[in-house]
């Protein structure tokens, strides 16, 4: 498989946890974002790379989260101390830093904070 | 600020056209992207739209205006597996997607 995998599927963890999600990009892929996603409601953009440089990081996103991609291929996203809120659906996608290139999504980790 | 609006649900027969329509004002554009989400699973790319016009591909076709801030997406021939959400998501610049609340679609037999 070609695509873009994330590991772990599914992860429950208890409130005050720290949780850290993988996703490895589709190989030739220079650019990777992680996006968060609410039953209802569409992805909400987190973060991108292009190669190992984060160019952007939203302003929504708390210093709890931190991402990063050492060596320009896989990536991390960390939470720290989990809070109920924090329960969603974390998306990884990869592209080409090319004009009108779409973004590949990967299946998502779904975290159930308790 | 970033607003992106399509309607919350349509239903349609099978066999029939739809068009989801999608408004959008964001402070950058880059492009106009759908993509097809189903239940519990990624979104995968529908269309791309970055000058006015019409864009078709097989039963999927996408306008865009960029005068007036608006796409749509059109489904014919509609067929059961074509009930999902479909997701109107702008690329702004330098390169993020800021995307609608989704518009979910039934289709019925």
């Known amino acids: 498989d070609t695509g873009v995998s994330q590991d772990p599927r599914h992860k429950i963890t208890k409130r005050g946890q720290n949780v850290t999600f993988r996703c490895d990009p589709i190989?030739?892929?220079?650019?990777l974002y992680w996006y968060r996603q609410t039953l209802g409601q569409g992805p909400e953009f987190l973060t991108y790379?292009?190669?190992?440089?984060?160019?952007?990081k939203s302003r929504l996103l708390s210093d709890r989260f931190s991402a990063e991609r050492p060596k320009g291929s896989f990536s991390t996203l960390e939470i720290q101390r989990t809070e109920q809120g924090d329960s969603a659906m974390y998306l990884c996608?990869?592209?080409?830093?090319?004009?009108?290139?779409?973004?590949?999504f990967g299946p998502g980790t779904r975290l159930t904070v308790l | 600020g970033q607003n992106i609006d399509q309607p919350t649900e349509m239903t349609a027969t099978e066999g029939a056209i739809v068009q989801i329509n999608c408004t959008y004002q964001?402070?950058?554009?880059?492009?106009l992207f759908w993509y097809q989400q189903h239940a519990g699973e990624a979104p995968t790319f529908l269309s791309y739209?970055?000058?006015?016009g019409l864009e078709e591909k097989g039963r999927f076709s996408s306008f865009l205006s960029r005068s007036k801030g608006y796409s749509y997406l059109l489904l014919k021939e509609l067929q059961m597996k074509d009930s999902a959400s479909y997701l109107c998501?702008?690329?702004?610049?330098?390169?993020?997607?800021?995307f609608g609340t989704g518009t979910r679609l039934q289709v019925f037999p």
């Open positions: 964001t402070s950058g554009f880059n492009g």
């Open positions: 739209n970055v000058l006015d």
């Open positions: 190989s030739e892929h220079n650019r």
């Open positions: 996608a990869s592209s080409l830093a090319l004009d009108g290139n779409e973004q590949f």
């Open positions: 790379f292009q190669n190992e440089a984060q160019l952007e």
């Open positions: 998501a702008v690329r702004d610049v330098p390169d993020k997607l800021i």
